[in-house]
């Protein structure tokens, strides 16, 4: 029986001449328990392309499936994912720890374009991984952005201390109440509209989330972009598992970041694809 790091080793050097198209292995540097769901993972990220905030790694763990995860910091040697325990896949990360090889391959997708300078961010649950990274961006380059988080309770929430670090306005609103507004981040983001002028909203988080945020901004005029979830086989546009319809728009290879007033022209919202490729109601 070969040893399993052999067999890795061999994947990794049989695929480097693929880009981000191949496996690539990442050495876990640290990890760091956000809350009570979500683990984030610091990993390696010598010679790989920088990611732009918005884009996704699919990672795979020898043994397990290989899933599509947002990037949610990057800086010098080092990409970070924000995994949420949500099945066998994801509880399996959660057992890892500093140290550990997985394997990755991307960075994918187009990312949130982040022209302007003054943003309102909406992020529900482990959709908060990809906009703090935009939020880092923003700041970083001199814009002005407000954070609204929501989550089912406060145990839940992500990134809230992370983006009160960083300067930004953080706003947050959990269902049960546990901590700041009580109710939908989605009635939080009513009020903010009415307050303050944005030049764009992004958001990222629960589907039937992302539908009010996105209806609230375009009946305002204001410019959305929503960053969505299909479900991902192959990650840059060959399979269709991730297609919308009726436009046929990949979400993996044309998103996962849309413009708002042409996600309101798909099923968004709607229905999705499942695993099989069926289609499944979603209200
Ligand atoms: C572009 C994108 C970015 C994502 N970013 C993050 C992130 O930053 N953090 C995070 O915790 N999760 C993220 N997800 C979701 C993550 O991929 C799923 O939670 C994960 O695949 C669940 O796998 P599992 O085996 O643990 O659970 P399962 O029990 O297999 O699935 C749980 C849920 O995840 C969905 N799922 C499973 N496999 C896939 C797949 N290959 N593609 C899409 N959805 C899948 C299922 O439809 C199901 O609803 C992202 C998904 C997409 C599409
Ligand atoms: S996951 Fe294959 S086309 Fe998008």
């Given at each position: ?52 905030p918005g ?65 309102l961010l ?96 375009v009946k ?64």
């Open positions: 029986m070969r040893e399993k790091s052999s067999i890795l080793g061999e994947i990794a050097a049989s695929n480097q001449s693929f880009g981000r198209f191949a496996f690539r292995p990442a050495r876990i540097k640290r990890t760091v328990e956000e809350n009570s769901r979500v683990k984030s993972f610091y990993l390696e990220s010598k010679g790989m392309e920088p990611p732009r884009q996704f790694f699919m990672i795979w763990l020898p043994g397990f499936e290989e899933v599509p995860m947002s990037v949610s910091d990057a800086g010098a040697g080092y990409v970070r994912i924000s995994v949420s325990n949500e099945g066998p896949t994801t509880a399996e990360f959660h057992r890892l720890d500093g140290g550990e090889l997985i394997f990755l391959r991307g960075p994918f997708g187009n990312g949130f374009s982040l022209s302007g300078r003054s943003f909406v992020g529900g649950g482990y959709g908060a991984a990809p906009l703090i990274y935009a939020a880092k961006s923003i700041t970083g380059a001199g814009g002005r952005c407000t954070f609204l988080v929501g989550a089912r309770n406060k145990e839940e929430l992500l990134f809230v201390g992370e983006a009160r670090g960083l300067g930004i306005r953080t706003t947050v609103a959990t269902e049960d109440g546990s901590e700041g507004y009580r109710g939908l981040v989605t009635d939080l983001l009513k009020t903010e509209l009415k307050k303050r002028s944005y030049q764009a909203v992004l958001t990222c988080g629960p589907e039937m989330m992302m539908y009010e945020v996105v209806r609230q901004a305002l005029r204001i410019r959305v972009q929503a960053s969505l979830e299909r479900f991902m086989k192959c990650g840059f546009g060959i399979c269709g598992s991730c297609v919308l319809d009726p436009l046929g728009l990949r979400v993996c290879s044309d998103g996962p970041v849309f413009d708002g007033a042409l996600l309101l022209k798909t099923d968004f919202g709607k229905r999705k694809r499942g695993a099989s490729g069926a289609q499944v109601r979603l209200c």
